[in-house]
């Protein structure tokens, strides 16, 4: 029998057009019209996790969905857990109300099971916007049946973060019901949580440092959840004019991400974040 894993791989499946960085240049209403690049970093990555028997979770935007259920059923049949990323990619401030999420999550769920998906359980909201200002999302996921989300940063961010969250697994309770919250990654360190599960820091840092900081998160008991988008592993994708910060944050090594992944999974036996979820829980 495999041992269980205590450790989660996420991935945000989305087009490298549809990331915050770049929504300046790709307003939604021309993404239709942008020559997809989405399997280059898909067969890659899913290649990478098939030789190394890892599994993840792949929260899905509904809208690639939509466009691509034979992906959703790639992912689905290779053992990896389909999860939502709600429908094209909103920040839930912008999304607003209570409502409004019911219909951007129905849309989606509707989605991933008419691709061969089962409902999703899991959520991750765009861009980790579940903060204090949009608390009500989780009631509106625990009314859903959601059994766990994955959107609370807790960070020091100036977009996002919830600083003082507890930043391993922990049950959130609601008016509809509890769920449980597991949040990616983060380093304790002077008294502030680091982020570093993240693709832009393991693009980022150095190898021998980034895999430092992970041991020291698994010497604190916690399972380490990392997630990353398929564009990371797509270094020939279009160079879009951006402000330094933003492209720095979206392109900085790209070239070299996908021989990490490798490393990492050669490493560490990975689950979906459910798996973990049900090891930890019990």
Known sequence: MNPPRRHSLSFDIEEFFQVA????????????????????????????????????????????????????ARCHAAGHEIASHGYEHRFLWDIATPEALHRDLERTEEALIAAGAPRPVGFRASTFTLTRETWWAFDVLAERGYLYDSSVHPVRHPTYGVPDFEPSISRVTTAKGDLLEFPVTTLPFAGRNWPIGGGGYFRLLPGVLHRAALARVTRLERPVALY?????????????????????????????SLARLERLVERWPFGTMREVLEGHIG
């Open 21 to 72: 960085n770049l929504t300046h240049a790709f307003p939604p209403a021309q993404w239709d019209q942008v020559p997809t690049r989405l399997d280059v970093g898909m067969d890659a990555l899913l290649e990478v996790l098939a030789r190394h028997d890892a599994r993840a979770t792949m929260f899905f935007l509904g809208w690639v969905a939509e466009r691509r259920p034979d992906l959703v």
């Open 228 to 256: 990353f988008h398929p564009w990371e592993f797509d270094p020939g994708q279009p160079r879009i004019d951006a402000p330094w910060s933003k492209r720095f944050r979206h392109y900085v090594g790209l070239g070299r």
